[in-house]
């Protein structure tokens, strides 16, 4: 197991440059799926979700040639297989997305239920649903999702819950079956909008991506491209809110205000200046931050993703804060962790209720999920003395060169291998 070690007494100061979105690459990497030929995608985080993603991929016979920092070229002429279920696919939350793009092109697929971090229950019967929808039969059996049809047929669909997932899913599906597709409810989020801007670079036709409602036409054959990812603004928005922990003084590179302004928002609210300049912003603090009310929802509002690290901020802030987190249930098994480094946060269903403390203990806390992970390390930052989390491939799993971007905001950092 390996271990972060953070030196607390930190401020953050300097400059940062914002890796290419996590949630927008693991879609389009399995959405080139969907094309013959070469497609070259830049601006790939390196990341753990990517490294066991792209041998996902080359278990169906793609050909990655990764030799260039943060690019992905996929040959996707020769796929071998439909089948997705080796143990590197069975970590990762995006495997379902494998359904969506094999179903699309080969008409069938089958890939081992979606891992990634445990945060509650997050079916996918609305995937399903789409699938039907569209012609296709599903059967779930012995820890497998198997899809299949003879043909796919545009349809009306509307989800019953607004799912990014679902909504990806179901649009790799339309992308190239027969007719319209038109797709209501759906998601909104910048790495949906990323993922349509990259079929219809394919090829595709989809419009309406960033809106309630999708429209796909169905065409014949998608051929490989060059595609740029979007910047990623879950890092972005904590490192942002380590600078507001620290008092710090940082510019965040390379990101895309648009997509941040939920967050930019929020802690301008508790008191941060910040100042955007095309794509970068400087952020930092010239007084005392101020609690403040939260509550999580699907995009444009406050990212759930962004949960644990705004309650990071929160218990350092004199007086009573409260977040409702709307989106995803059991997101606050963190809270405990938290809690051994001293702060003090009470939940009650789906409302933290935290209050400010003075500072925080260094102590051994353990990550149980991505974002918890970020909210340790953002604590640590601060906490007296050393603060040791466990489970740091939790933080791998979505957050680039961790350890080098916090040194060089002017963090005493370091990662040993602790023995089981």
């Known amino acids: 197991m390996e271990q972060l070690i953070i030196k607390g007494g930190v401020v953050l100061e300097g400059e940062v440059k914002i890796s290419g979105a996590k949630n927008a690459a ?13 497609s070259c995608i830049s601006n790939v985080p390196d990341i753990m979700d990517i490294k066991n993603l792209i041998e996902g991929l080359k278990s ?12 992905i070229k996929m040959d996707c002429t020769n796929i071998a297989t439909q089948k997705a279920v080796n143990e590197h696919v069975k970590k990762i939350r995006a495997s379902y997305y494998f359904l969506g793009a094999l179903l699309g092109r080969f008409k069938k697929a089958e890939v081992t239920m979606p891992g990634g971090c445990s945060i509650g229950d997050r ?8 699938f039907k929808a569209l012609g296709a039969t599903v059967k779930l059996e012995h820890g497998l999702i198997k899809v299949e049809a003879e043909k796919l047929v545009g349809t009306n669909i509307y989800l ?9 899913n179901i649009m790799l599906a339309a992308t190239l079956a027969e007719g319209k597709t038109v797709l209501e409810n759906c998601a909104k989020e910048p ?8 079929l219809n670079k394919l090829g595709a036709n989809i419009k309406g991506a960033g809106t309630d409602t999708i429209k ?8 490989g491209t060059d595609y740029s990812i979007i910047s990623d603004q879950i890092e972005a928005g904590t490192y942002m809110v380590g600078v507001a922990m620290t008092k710090g003084d940082v510019v965040i590179k390379n990101i895309i205000p648009k997509h941040l302004e939920s967050i930019t928002s929020k802690l301008r609210e508790v008191g941060c200046t910040i100042d955007i300049m095309g794509d970068s912003l400087r952020i930092h603090v010239e007084k005392e931050l101020i609690p403040c ?4 929802m699907s995009y444009p509002g406050f990212p759930t993703d962004m949960q644990p690290q705004i309650i990071s901020l929160l218990s350092v802030i004199k007086g009573t804060s409260q977040v409702n987190e709307t989106v995803w249930d059991s997101r606050f098994q963190y809270v405990a962790e938290l809690k051994r480094l001293g702060a003090k946060i009470s939940i009650q269903g789906s409302m933290a209720n935290v209050t400010g403390v003075d500072g925080l203990s260094g102590c051994e806390v353990t990550a149980t999920d991505l974002r918890a992970g970020a909210a340790l390390f953002l604590c640590g930052l601060i906490a007296d003395g050393e603060t040791k989390i466990n489970n740091a491939i939790y933080i791998d799993r979505g957050y680039e060169k961790i350890e080098e971007k916090l040194r060089g905001l002017g963090v005493d950092v370091r990662r040993v291998t602790k023995d089981e």
């Open 216 to 223: 796909i036409v169905g065409v014949k054959e998608l051929k």
């Open 26 to 38: 693991v879609a389009i990497l399995p959405a080139a799926l969907l094309a013959s030929g070469t």
């Open 160 to 168: 019953d819950v607004i799912s990014v997932g679902a909504t990806i």
């Open 123 to 130: 079916p996918i019967d609305q995937h399903i649903k789409g």
């Open 191 to 198: 790495h949906v909008v990323d993922v349509a801007n990259f």
């Open 60 to 71: 169906l016979g793609v050909s990655c040639d990764t030799t260039v920092e943060n690019e």
């Open 293 to 296: 009310r939260v509550k999580t």
